[in-house]
Structure formats: C-alpha cells, structure tokens
C-alpha cells in the first residue's frame, strides 16, 4: 500500500565534545591560521539519530542505518545553541540532515512504494520542524510547491491537465526567492499563528507561525519538489531561521545546479524575507 510521503593559535581550534547529554558541539575543521580570514571556518557538528521505523523498509532489500556522527556545517550557516542536527541513512549512499530544536525528538520516514522520504522534529504535536526530502512520485512531486510558486503551478495545470488543486490562505505571506538559474525555484512562507495551510505542516495547530521554504526544478509539465517547515514559539524562531538557511545550504537539490555566487545571494533573499517577519534570533 502507498503510503504519504510526509528541512590563531595553531591550525585547528578544537571545541569539547560532550558525549551522551545530546548537546550540539562542534569543531572548526581546517582552516586558516591567519587571524585576520575573512571567511568563517566551516564547523564539524555531532550528529543525533533520527531514526526511520524498520517496518518503512517492508518489501526491500534495505533495513535502517545509523547517519554518520558528524558532519560539517557550511560557513553561512550558524548552529544556534539551542539546536541540535539530527541525521538519517533512508537508503544506501543516501543520508540526509535537519537542523531542529534541541529537545525534539526526531522522527524519519520512508515509503517504499514511491521513494518518498521525510524528517519532522517535534517537542510536541504540531510544533517543530518537517523536512519533505522527497514527496515521493511524480505527482505528489509536481503538487507540492504548486500553491507557491508560479511556475509550479503552471507545470502542475499541464501534468494535472488542468484539474491542480493549488490554493492556498489568503493570510499566507509569499516571497518568491530569485535562483538566477533557469529552470529553478523557491518561495518563502509565512503562515500566521491559527491559520491552517493544508499545504504546509505544523500550520494552525496552536497559537504560532509557520515559516516555510519550497524549491523546485520545473520544466512545462512536471517538478521536483522539496519543502521545509518550522512552526516554534517566537522565542525560537531564531532556529526556524537557521533551519532553512542549513535546508537551502545543505539539502536542497537546486543548490547542485547553481553557481556559489547565485546560491549566496539566495541566502541573502531568504535572510531578509526572515528578517522582515520577525524570523530570526
């Protein structure tokens, strides 16, 4: 059954690392010893398990593997102190992170029907941060950032032939993010406190916002979509803000298709789209 696809001195500074108490800790990796490098170093972070249930793999030749126990956090990107990166292993060769609040317990999942594959990091229901992967399929693929940007919604018409259900709140706050590629796409999201969006998780099921970003590749009857949501107490949202900027620099697809210079300015857009709703710490 198909199931839905539900984000100096010396050459090295060396942080501690604090085994066991799932704090996030880090190392800087690499890099210059000059004092006065413009370029921040790169971060080497611990790993939490964010597992997938192993009766996802029903009907596969796969069972569930650990994520690494580490990895390294782009210079655009800075782990807030109250944050933690969870990783998973879906398949083989395939290991995908979300940066999420600390004390979230994180959830994968993987439909071996169609490939979809999700990661959702939540305190309580209704209220952390869902990664889609992969919405699994062509359809739900093409649907998933339909409300959201326009040539999504054209590519969903074609493939849908005309019967695309690609609405959305009108309370919602729509930012189109520049690529400067062809063929590749974002939006950033904002959704009020207490207004449902079928279209993103986590959205009115209590009493704070929902920020989101979707990418896309979009050709004229098809798409490949990802998405992020984060729904925190304001107090928070300064991971809500980091958790995007990580999907962007890290785990969107769009990002191999595009320059540095294209991907930093992308940053920048998503940066100040935050900033002007209050999304940042």
């Known amino acids: 059954m198909r199931r839905r696809s539900r984000f100096a001195i010396g050459a090295v500074l060396v942080a501690v690392l604090i085994a066991g108490c799932g704090q996030a800790t880090y190392t800087a990796a690499g890099s210059s010893a000059s004092a006065t490098s413009s370029t921040p170093a790169p971060a080497v972070v611990n790993v939490a398990s964010c597992p997938v249930p192993a009766a996802d793999y029903a009907g596969t030749p796969y069972s569930p593997q650990a994520a690494p126990a580490t990895t390294t956090l782009p210079a655009s990107v800075t782990l807030p102190g109250n944050a933690q990166i969870f990783g998973t292993t879906f398949l083989a060769g395939s290991t995908s992170y979300l940066?999420?609040?600390?004390?979230?317990?994180?959830?994968?999942?993987?439909?071996?029907?169609?490939?979809?594959?999700?990661m959702t990091a939540a305190t309580v229901p209704g209220e952390g941060v869902t990664v889609t992967i992969s919405p699994g399929g062509a359809g739900p693929s093409t649907d998933l950032a339909c409300p959201y940007i326009p040539a999504v919604h054209a590519a969903d018409e074609a493939f849908r032939r005309g019967t695309a259900s690609c609405t959305h709140p009108s309370a919602d706050v729509i930012r189109q993010i520049p690529t400067h590629t062809a063929g590749l796409y974002a939006a950033a999201v904002l959704v009020p406190a207490q207004v449902k969006d079928p279209g993103i998780q986590g959205s009115g099921n209590g009493t704070d916002p929902t920020v989101a970003l979707f990418t896309a590749s979009a050709s004229a009857d098809a798409a490949a979509g990802q998405a992020i949501a984060c729904t925190l107490v304001p107090a928070q949202g300064n991971i809500c803000a980091a958790s995007l900027r990580f999907f962007l620099a890290t785990q969107a697809q769009i990002r191999t298709r595009m320059s540095a210079a294209n991907l930093s300015a992308m940053q920048d857009a998503l940066s100040s789209f935050l900033a002007e709703q209050h999304v940042s710490g």
């Not at 609040?101 to 999700?118: R, T, V």
């Open 99 to 118: 940066l999420a609040q600390k004390s979230g317990a994180c959830q994968a999942g993987l439909s071996s029907a169609d490939g979809g594959e999700n």
